[in-house]
């Protein structure tokens, strides 16, 4: 670690703190466990080193301390500000989806026959994630926990760039090669790696745009440039995809100038991008006929590394099963692939009522993001909107590409800010109120207020 020859004691830290913070949370605040948890979600391969030791409970620690934290919440009562808040807005939608895919799990065992034991293990880790939503819109409750937060993301992105960048460097980059490709993020791949690049990094730009801190703008410009210089080298084709409409996106809803930038950069991209990048690109042009995993898109014939042929079956699958699908997490089980695309694996599996509980997630995720943007009354406050906004853009497009969505290291952090937002939006929605009956000073309306479009 850092050159130190301290990497083979980083997992007893880490346990040794997983005990101290879960006591803490439990007793004194929540935010504390929350806090640990993302910091340790970019690093989760020193956490993965941690699970997998011979330390007594080592492969529960996660388990114990999200525990420590409900029992916490639970026990400490219900927060004042809390409980004027009201219930959390994706309470049943939460519902629903604990519901609906612990049915589809039970399913896809009792029906298809799947293997049960590690498809529960992945469903429980899926379910802590909407489990830690609901924490931090309840119970976190302090602004300097919140600032904590954001150092301690701030930190974990700058180490995780700092070691995949030490891992990079004995790689062979100059032309590509599939050997070329590092991974970043435990035992998940390098798609994984770019793809949660392309979500966070859109969030640190939706910050980096509207946030006016001087100081804050520093570390987003730093983190981003960190950030870009992973994901580039990631090699993730639907991550670079995900990325350009993410910026896209932004022009359009932000900043016109950055229309034109993009634009620019797609006729000049070869000048600059590093040959080994252009080389990944163009091996996805194929001359047609000559390869049976791709498909036309837009004129050209663009090979699919075998999507092709498993998005079919995918298909039939959901053919033959539209309503109920073969069950939480088991397509890879029946047909020995993954379907690269979260939409079709939900689809296949859960059906038409899964992909449409997949779906109004994002909608809702839009919704949050959206209102805190045009309805926030600090800048701050519209940043964190806006930047929650531009990562579920990023989460939308690089989900059509693989399953980058149940993965607890790639969409803790997502969650969590999502729990932060809708809170935010419920606080000012109710001083906001209470303005309006007289009870307090006069906060001046959001809404009538005009938007700054300069994108400064």
Known sequence: MLGLGLSQYVPYVIYGLFFVVALYAMFVRTEAGIVYLCFLFPLYGALEKTIKSELPLATDVVDILLICMILGAVFRGSDTDAEERGRAPLTVPILLLVIYSLFSLLFGTFVTGAEFIERFAHWKNYMIMPVLYLLTYYRFEDKRWETLLLIALALAFLVMDFRFQQSFKWVQHTHYQVRSRVGGIGFLGPNEFGSFHTIYTLFLAGMFLLDKHMKRRIVYAVLICCNLYALVYSFSRGSYIGFLVGLLFIGVVRNRVLLVMLLIFLFTWRSFVPLSVKERI?????????????MVVGGGVVETAGRKQIWEKALKSFAQSPFSGTGYNTFQ????????????????????????????????????????????????????????????????????????????????????MWGLVDQEYTKWKKAYKEAEDGATGPVPSPLLAPVDESGG
């Open 282 to 294: 163009d091996g996805s042009f194929v001359e047609e006929g000559t390869r049976e995993d791709a």
């Open 333 to 416: 089980r029946l047909h020995g692939k993954d379907t690269h695309s979260v939409y079709l694996k939900t689809l296949a599996e859960q059906g038409i009522f899964g992909l449409m509980l997949y779906l109004w997630l994002y909608i809702l995720a839009i919704r949050s993001g959206w209102r805190v943007y045009r309805e926030g009354s600090e800048p701050f406050l519209k940043a964190c909107g806006f930047g929650f906004l531009c990562a579920t853009v990023g989460s939308i497009v690089v989900n059509l590409f693989g399953d980058r969505w149940t993965y607890l290291q790639l969409g803790g952090i997502y969650w969590v």
